[in-house]
C-alpha cells in the first residue's frame, strides 16, 4: 500500500513500535500520513476478516487504556521519491483475562494479547508476516505460548502452527485463545469464600458470619401471661394477641363498650347518623 508520505526521518525502515507517546509526538498536523496509514490498515482488516466494526484506527490507539500498541512495517519505495509502502501492522495490548484451561480449572492472568493483525496482500506469503511476529516478540521479551488471540482466524491458526509449533488452541467463552503451554507460567485461582495466602495463612474476608444463635431471635415469656412476645431487634418487636371477636363469642373476653358521645360533637353526630342512637350492644 502506497502513501505519499517518506517516513525517512520520521519512522525507522522495517518494523517501528508505535505507541501513545509516539502518536502524541508524531500528530496528524506534524505528520498526516501516519494516521492515514494506521486508518487504512485497519479498514483493510476489516475487510479481509469480514468484521463489523474496525479494530484499528489512530483515534482507538490514542483512547485505548489498555496500553495498546501497534508495530508498523513499512519501506521506501524503490522508484518514488516522495512516496512510502506500507506492507503491514501488528496490534497488541494488555488485558486481565480469566481462562479455563483443558481440565476446566480457572485462571486470572494479565496477558499480553494479539488485538489485530494484518499485512497487505500485495505483500502476503512472502514471509513479511512472520518477521513482523518475531520483531513483536524480539521487542517483547515473550515467548509465542505466552500470548493471548483475540479471535483469531483459521489462516492466523494456520500461521501460529507453522511458524510457531502451537496446536491445540483453547478456546475461551470471550472468543480469545490461549495454547496449553500458556498456563505453565500461571498458578490456578482456589475455588470457595476462603482464600489463603501463598505461605498458606488463611486470610480473612473482612466480613463477620453470625452463628446460629445470633441468627435466632430472643423469645421472652412471662409466667402466667397469655401472650408471648418475639423480638428480633430492639427497633422491631412483635407480640401476639388474641383475637378479640373470637374472646366474646366463647366469653374469654370482656364484652367492650362503645363510649358515648355529646351528640353535638362529631362523633356523636355519626353516632345519629349511623345508628340512630340504637345503642348495638
Same mark, same amino acid.
Given at each position: 500500500?502506497?502513501?505519499?508520505?517518506?517516513?525517512?526521518?520520521?519512522?525507522?525502515?522495517g518494523v517501528v513500535k508505535i505507541d501513545l507517546l509516539?502518536?502524541?509526538r508524531l500528530h496528524p498536523r506534524r505528520c498526516w500520513?501516519?494516521?492515514?496509514?494506521?486508518d487504512h490498515l485497519g479498514a483493510l482488516s476489516t475487510?479481509?476478516?469480514?468484521?463489523?466494526?474496525?479494530?484499528?484506527?489512530?483515534?482507538?490507539?490514542?483512547?485505548?487504556?489498555?496500553?495498546?500498541?501497534?508495530?508498523?512495517?513499512?519501506?521506501?519505495?524503490?522508484?518514488?521519491?516522495?512516496?512510502?509502502?506500507?506492507?503491514?501492522?501488528?496490534?497488541?495490548?494488555?488485558?486481565?483475562?480469566?481462562?479455563?484451561?483443558?481440565?476446566?480449572?480457572?485462571?486470572?492472568?494479565?496477558?499480553?494479547?494479539?488485538?489485530?493483525?494484518?499485512?497487505?496482500?500485495?505483500?502476503?506469503?512472502?514471509?513479511?508476516?512472520?518477521?513482523?511476529?518475531?520483531?513483536?516478540?524480539?521487542?517483547?521479551?515473550?515467548?509465542?505460548?505466552?500470548?493471548?488471540?483475540?479471535?483469531?482466524?483459521?489462516?492466523?491458526?494456520?500461521?501460529?502452527?507453522?511458524?510457531?509449533?502451537?496446536?491445540?488452541?483453547?478456546?475461551?467463552?470471550?472468543?480469545?485463545?490461549?495454547?496449553?503451554?500458556?498456563?505453565?507460567?500461571?498458578? *490456578? &485461582?482456589?475455588?470457595?469464600?476462603? #482464600?489463603?495466602?501463598?505461605?498458606?495463612?488463611? +486470610?480473612?474476608?473482612?466480613?463477620? !458470619? /453470625? %452463628?446460629?444463635?445470633?441468627?435466632?431471635?430472643?423469645?421472652?415469656?412471662?409466667?402466667?401471661?397469655?401472650?408471648?412476645?418475639?423480638?428480633?431487634? *430492639? &427497633?422491631?418487636?412483635?407480640?401476639? #394477641?388474641?383475637?378479640?371477636?373470637?374472646?366474646? +363469642?366463647?366469653?374469654?373476653?370482656? !364484652? /367492650? %363498650?362503645?363510649?358515648?358521645?355529646?351528640?353535638?360533637?362529631?362523633?356523636?353526630?355519626?353516632?345519629?347518623?349511623?345508628?340512630?342512637?340504637?345503642?348495638?350492644?
Amino acid at each position: 500500500m502506497e502513501v505519499a508520505y517518506d517516513f525517512t526521518g520520521t519512522l525507522t525502515e522495517g518494523v517501528v513500535k508505535i505507541d501513545l507517546l509516539t502518536l502524541q509526538r508524531l500528530h496528524p498536523r506534524r505528520c498526516w500520513a501516519l494516521q492515514w496509514a494506521i486508518d487504512h490498515l485497519g479498514a483493510l482488516s476489516t475487510q479481509a476478516q469480514k468484521l463489523r466494526r474496525q479494530l484499528t484506527s489512530y483515534d482507538k490507539l490514542v483512547d485505548s487504556d489498555d496500553e495498546q500498541k501497534l508495530y508498523l512495517m513499512w519501506e521506501k519505495h524503490p522508484e518514488k521519491e516522495n512516496c512510502s509502502i506500507i506492507i503491514g501492522m501488528l496490534k497488541v495490548g494488555k488485558k486481565k483475562l480469566f481462562l479455563l484451561n483443558e481440565k476446566q480449572q480457572n485462571y486470572e492472568a494479565d496477558a499480553l494479547c494479539v488485538l489485530d493483525f494484518f499485512v497487505h496482500e500485495s505483500k502476503q506469503r512472502q514471509g513479511f508476516g512472520h518477521v513482523l511476529f518475531d520483531a513483536m516478540l524480539v521487542e517483547e521479551v515473550l515467548q509465542p505460548y505466552q500470548l493471548a488471540i483475540d479471535r483469531p482466524s483459521n489462516p492466523f491458526l494456520c500461521f501460529i502452527q507453522k511458524h510457531y509449533e502451537m496446536k491445540d488452541p483453547v478456546w475461551q467463552s470471550t472468543n480469545f485463545v490461549v495454547f496449553p503451554p500458556f498456563f505453565d507460567d500461571h498458578r *490456578p &485461582r482456589e475455588n470457595g469464600m476462603d #482464600r489463603r495466602s501463598l505461605n498458606g495463612n488463611k +486470610i480473612s474476608s473482612g466480613f463477620h !458470619t /453470625p %452463628s446460629m444463635s445470633e441468627k435466632m431471635p430472643a423469645v421472652s415469656s412471662r409466667p402466667g401471661s397469655r401472650s408471648s412476645s418475639i423480638s428480633a431487634s *430492639p &427497633r422491631h418487636a412483635y407480640s401476639y #394477641r388474641g383475637d378479640s371477636a373470637s374472646g366474646i +363469642i366463647h366469653g374469654t373476653a370482656a !364484652t /367492650p %363498650s362503645r363510649p358515648n358521645y355529646a351528640p353535638d360533637t362529631p362523633q356523636g353526630r355519626k353516632n345519629t347518623r349511623d345508628f340512630g342512637h340504637t345503642s348495638l350492644w
